[in-house]
C-alpha cells in the first residue's frame, strides 16, 4: 500500500467519456451526468485506510453537492484479486450498508482510471459546467480527524464552481492508496 500524492490541475482538461456498470445494476456514461453544472468525480474503494477515514465526510459532500444540483460520482478501479474488499459484490454490500447518495460506477478493466490519469484512493476530480478540469485537490484540510476539518476545500470548490467562479484557492494534492493496477 504505497502512499500517492497526486497531481495538480496544470490545464483545463476535458472529462473523458465513460459508460460503466453501477452498483445499483445500471449502466451510465458520461452524457447522463451533464447538467450544466460541475461535476465530481471520485476515485475510492472499500479497502483504503484514507477512504475510510472520510468514508462519512464523502457521503455528505454528495448530500450538500446535490442540494447544489451538482452530482458527485464514485468509480472503483481496483484489482478485486489484489484487494477483494473491492469486488463488485464487496462494493454493493458497503454502498449498501452505508447508503451511499452517490452513483458508485466499477472499472473492471481500469481504463477508466487510465483515461482520468488516477492514481490513488482517494482521488477527486471536480470540472466545470463545461466539463473543463478546475480542481484535483484532497477533500478537506484533515483527513484522519473530522474533528479538526477547518476547510471543506473540495466541498468550497464545488460551491464557486457552481456559482460560475473561474478562480479557484490554491490546491493541495490528495492522498491515498496507490490504485491496484491488474497485473
Known sequence: MALTFTPLVTEPLACPDFRLPALDGKTYSTADFKNNKPLVIMFICNHCPYVKAIEDR?????????????????????DPIECPDDSF??????????????????????????NFGAVCT?????????????????LDDCWKDESKVTQRELFSAIQLLAKGEKTLPPQTPSMGCNIKWIA
Open 58 to 78: 464523502l457521503i455528505q459532500l454528495a448530500i450538500d453537492a446535490k442540494k447544489i444540483g451538482v452530482h458527485v460520482v464514485a468509480i472503483c478501479s481496483n
Open 122 to 138: 482517494p482521488d477527486f476530480f471536480v470540472y466545470d459546467q463545461n466539463l473543463k478540469l478546475s480542481y484535483r485537490g484532497r
Open 89 to 114: 459484490e464487496n462494493l454493493q454490500l458497503r454502498a449498501q450498508k452505508k447508503n451511499y447518495p452517490f452513483v458508485y460506477l466499477h472499472d473492471a478493466d481500469q481504463q477508466v482510471a487510465m
